[in-house]
């Protein structure tokens, strides 16, 4: 009986969509985080009399056939780059990225890792680092002797020196941005990594054509609506519901089938 199969791969469906959706709500609060989205695809079918084929020898054509779907598989799972929240912190190295761009950051492997998440600190010798203590690209550092740090809307950031009146340029951030930036890769960490299908960054300056900017003293919050995703997980567990019903309904009928004397 088909039907008990293809109950079972809507079960699985709706098991992965939720397992999405609690990913989602479990992030609420991960800074930059972006939800994600399940995506479906119908089975192959199978065909019971195939559309378009002759139907007697004078050349009459079938108009709709019979076709037989045989359930649903996970085609794929999307990230929403729909810009997030942006939270005041007050932390002067705080950095939030306002439109298009993710910044770069050199893992212990030297490869390069992208991130939205722009909770910046200061490794022991002043280099700019992510909460893991990663090098923030360009690898910009900052003075033992600076009395203040401001980064302007263009990631220029300037420090104020002791007994100097005009503000000091130590560095720009670099940030890159992808043909496909849902084809990047997730690694954990608030961390992305170039994939085959994300195609090569391109770099350049906050502000530059293409590119957002930034803004100090902010973070992106995370842009999972709690609101959608309850609905979502209400209709997953309908849906799931629905799928179980079906396999007791089959259950029920074969039962028949074999009580038959």
Do not use: H, W
Not at 59 to 75: F, H, R
Not at 146 to 168: F, K, W, Y
Not at 192 to 201: K, Y
Request: avoid cysteine; charged fraction near 15%.
């Amino acid at each position: 009986m088909r039907s008990l199969d293809i109950a079972g791969t809507g079960m699985q469906a709706q098991q992965t969509n939720v397992e999405v959706i609690s990913n989602n709500i479990a992030n609420m609060t991960t800074t930059g985080f972006k939800r994600r989205r399940a995506e479906f695809q119908d089975l192959i079918y199978e065909n019971l009399r195939r559309v378009g084929s002759n139907s007697s020898d004078a050349g009459t054509i079938v108009p709709a056939g019979a076709q037989v779907g045989l359930g649903v598989k996970t085609a794929a799972i999307y990230p929403i780059s729909e810009q997030g929240n942006l939270q005041q912190t007050s932390n002067s190295l705080d950095v939030a990225i306002r439109g298009n761009g993710l910044f770069q950051v050199t893992l212990p492997s030297g490869d390069t890792a992208y991130t939205r998440d722009g909770t910046f600190g200061l490794a022991p010798d002043g280099t700019i680092v992510n909460a893991d203590g990663y090098v923030v690209q360009p690898g910009i550092t900052i003075p033992s002797n600076a009395a203040g740090v401001t980064i302007n809307g263009n990631g220029e950031v300037q420090v104020s020196i002791a007994g100097q009146t005009a503000p000091q340029t130590v560095g720009t951030l670099q940030l890159a941005v992808f043909p496909n930036e849902a084809g990047l890769e997730a690694r954990g960490d608030n961390l992305l990594v170039q994939s085959a299908a994300s195609g090569n960054p391109v770099t350049g300056a906050p502000g530059a054509t293409g590119f957002g900017t930034v803004m100090q003293g902010f973070v992106e919050t995370s842009n999972v609506n709690v609101v959608s995703e309850i609905t979502n997980l209400i209709t997953a567990q309908r849906a799931y519901e629905m799928n179980s019903r079906v396999i007791t309904t089959s259950d029920q009928m074969l039962s028949t089938l074999t009580n038959l004397r």
